[in-house]
């Protein structure tokens, strides 16, 4: 037997001709999964096996995204070439066109229409140095505020809550490893068992330490099946909701006395405004039953340690910056951060959501998460790019903004760097109409998506695979994605892409840029001194110690582990509460006799935000293949409903043709569609346009529809 096994062994190791490895990173969630591509030359054909690399953050885990995510870095309808569109259709030229073409039709728009008529949006799965420099090209060489990107639509709602709570916002204000040893955990809008896999080992440990979990979700998930209690609050409530939990935690005495004097401001009007409110109008508006409320606060405020965690549920609404403070002031209330096993945590979507905010792609901030208005950040941004400060433009606006000032003719140009606008924004046929509407548009991708089809020009970059640099996780550490694989065609990496048109612009002296860690380097001075600093970290730390946590000030420095342990990063070294009304001062949409049904969107595990990489990997795409409507069986049954059926979702903005998929654990009141798919199945024509007054989010998780069953 023992010979029959070597021979066979013998016989499989004959049969691999070669093989090569890289190391990498996985392009999708915010975990950042260390992995390792195996590529093997196997007889006539090749094989490729995904493995997971040890790593402080997933601790070599990956998950179903990850280990097929060469399937679409390897697919044939990568763009290999710059296209030019002619008559309707894209047409290979070389890069010495593309690029003397955008020189000449972006001096073209300057020179009729202002510096301002260009615009560029960016991308929250870029690299840091990608990020930084797209930042440094808008404001440098193109000299245009209109910048912002598609983590606009992602975290901006937490972001802005934990700047104007905390005075700064790293994703999670401890580290993953603290959670096993938490006593009480509020997962509020997170389904992370499908969009952070891999992080739910940690949840895992703790449940099996005996800490409580609490879920705040319309909907039962992967997640919620974790939780001790599923608060299962209606669509656009979580604020009320958090009110309701504030109240008890108030006259049931949970308070910490001592925190609230010492480290916090704005207490007494929290407290005089949740005083005010009653419980029981608080269970009937949020649909959460008053014991369930007294149950979640009450085990939330006596325990001596607890996280809070946030995610798209809560924050893509109009008041998302409000929930999400709201939430926070139960963190505070209680003194549960700056300790061990206690903190907040905002579940960041996408790859770099991190990074990407805070090195310069937003309309108001410069990099190390500088104010783009403050005289002193403006003067030493300028100094290091050698400009003057006169000529650094001032803040412009959020990205839908950017989408409305191209409707309305004040932005007549575009360079859209890795997003998919048209289904990524609400009201999709509103951003398709704007676009068509530019005079000229072009777009950085690796496949021809929904809105590369609208670009007059498509230039070719590179994958995660092939381009190396750093990203920023949901925990703020800082990692090396290493990539060696080499490009297939004439792709170029983002960050030579922009070298490259600065230089054509006569920029060349400002991005004379011939390495990712060169980069870097700049960035780091740029961060330096900043909220977010960078400038202990170097490749060759990150290389040895596998991540770091920012802010790390100096060389010396370890990093930062744990957030706010002795002060907050306002002035006055407090954390700012505020009450937050159960009435919003944007009103979302409710219900009525023509639109009956709440509708809130999210993800499923085998894709990724619109869809444009994991429809490309076959052993994904066969998952979900299609989109869908989850409903509850008696709400199904009132409309005529079977399940798996074709049915017609219809909202005051237009509608979308799905299937059904009844669950009895989704709210009755409440159907649930999946964002990933573009066409007649892209569930965002449905969302108004509306934005949160603070952070300027869409409110995506909140929209009155009626749907109707299609005849087979």
């Not at 615009?119 to 404001?139: C, D, Q």
């Not at 890795?418 to 046929?429: D, F, Q, T, Y």
């Not at 979900?624 to 005529?640: G, L, R, V």
């Not at 409440?670 to 573009?678: A, K, S």
């Amino acid at each position: 037997m023992t010979e029959l096994l070597l021979k066979y062994f013998r016989t499989k190791q004959q049969q691999v001709q070669w093989e090569k490895r890289y190391d990498t990173q996985c392009p999708y969630c915010s975990m950042q999964c260390k992995m390792q591509l195996i590529e093997q030359s196997v007889v006539s054909r090749k094989k490729y096996t995904t493995v997971g690399k040890d790593n402080p953050t997933s601790e070599g885990r990956i998950c179903i995204k990850g280990m097929n995510a060469y399937q679409h870095a390897l697919h044939s309808d990568r763009i290999k070439y710059p296209l030019l569109k002619v008559n309707n259709s894209f047409v290979r030229i070389t890069w010495e066109q593309a690029l003397n073409h955008i020189k000449e039709n972006f001096t073209k728009i300057q020179v009729e229409d202002g510096h301002n008529a260009l615009s560029v949006y960016g991308s929250a799965s870029i690299t840091n140095e990608e990020a930084y420099l797209l930042g440094k090209f808008a404001r440098v060489a193109l000299k245009t505020k209109y910048i912002d990107y598609n983590g606009r639509l992602c975290m901006s709602a937490a972001a802005t809550a934990a700047n104007q709570t905390f005075g700064m916002d790293r994703g999670i204000t401890n580290s993953l490893s603290e959670i096993p040893f938490t006593r009480c955990i509020l997962l509020v809008g997170t389904n992370i068992a499908e969009c952070q896999p891999t992080i739910m080992t940690y949840f895992e440990r703790a449940k099996e330490n005996g800490t409580f979990i609490i879920a705040v979700d319309p909907r039962e998930t992967a997640t919620t099946k974790i939780a001790d209690l599923h608060l299962k609050v209606k669509p656009g409530m979580d604020a009320a909701l958090a009110n309701g939990l504030l109240k008890v935690i108030m006259d049931e005495g949970y308070l910490d006395k001592e925190f609230i004097e010492e480290r916090t401001s704005g207490f007494k009007e929290v407290q005089d405004y949740v005083m005010s409110l009653d419980l029981t109008d608080i269970a009937e508006i949020t649909g959460v039953p008053i014991e369930q409320i007294y149950k979640a606060a009450r085990m939330f405020g006596q325990e001596e340690s607890g996280m809070v965690f946030t995610a798209r549920g809560v924050e893509q609404q109009t008041d998302g910056t409000a929930a999400v403070r709201n939430f926070l002031n139960i963190l505070i209330s209680t003194g549960k951060i700056g300790k061990p096993y206690s903190g907040y945590g905002a579940i960041t979507g996408q790859g770099n959501g991190q990074g990407a905010r805070e090195h310069g792609q937003k309309a108001d901030q410069l990099p190390g998460y500088r104010s783009i208005e403050n005289e002193e950040h403006r003067e030493y941004i300028a100094n290091l790019w050698k400009i003057n400060k006169e000529e650094l433009p001032r803040k412009g606006v959020s990205a839908f903004e950017m989408i409305e000032k191209i409707h309305e003719g004040e932005i007549t140009g575009m360079f859209l760097m890795c997003s998919n606008p048209v289904v990524s924004n609400p009201n999709a046929h509103f951003v398709k109409d704007a676009l068509k509407k530019l005079k000229y548009f072009v777009a950085v991708d690796m496949f021809v998506s929904e809105t590369a089809k609208l670009a007059d020009l498509i230039l070719p970059t590179s994958s995660y695979l092939e381009d190396e640099g750093t990203m920023t996780n949901l925990e703020g550490r800082v990692t090396l994605r290493e990539a060696s694989r080499p490009v297939p065609g004439e792709a170029r990496h983002d960050w030579q892409i922009i070298c490259d048109i600065a230089r054509v612009l006569g920029k060349e002296q400002y991005f004379s840029f011939y390495s990712p860690e060169e980069i870097f380097n700049e960035l780091r001075e740029a961060s330096r001194g900043g909220i977010a600093d960078y400038y202990g970290i170097t490749y060759e730390r990150l290389r040895k110690e596998g991540g770091i946590l920012w802010p790390c000030p100096d060389l010396n420095h370890p990093g930062t582990i744990r957030l706010f342990e002795t002060s907050f990063a306002h002035s006055d070294g407090k954390a700012a509460m505020v009450a937050v009304s159960n009435n919003p001062s944007v009103p979302k949409e409710s219900v009525s006799e023509e639109y009956p049904l709440y509708l809130t969107t999210g993800r499923v595990m085998s894709h990724y935000l619109t869809g444009v990489q994991t429809r490309k990997s076959p052993s994904l795409a066969a998952r979900n293949f299609e989109s869908f409507m989850e409903i509850h069986p008696s709400t199904a049954m009132k409309y005529q409903i079977q399940d798996k059926a074709l049915v017609k979702i219809e909202s005051r903005r237009g509608s979308i043709v799905v299937r059904t998929k009844w669950s009895e654990t989704i709210r009755p009141d409440t159907i649930f569609v999946p964002f990933h798919w573009d066409d007649s199945q892209n569930v965002n024509r449905l969302v108004s346009n509306k934005l949160d007054p603070a952070c300027k989010m869409p409110g995506f998780k909140v929209s009155a529809v009626k749907v109707s069953r299609i005849m087979e």
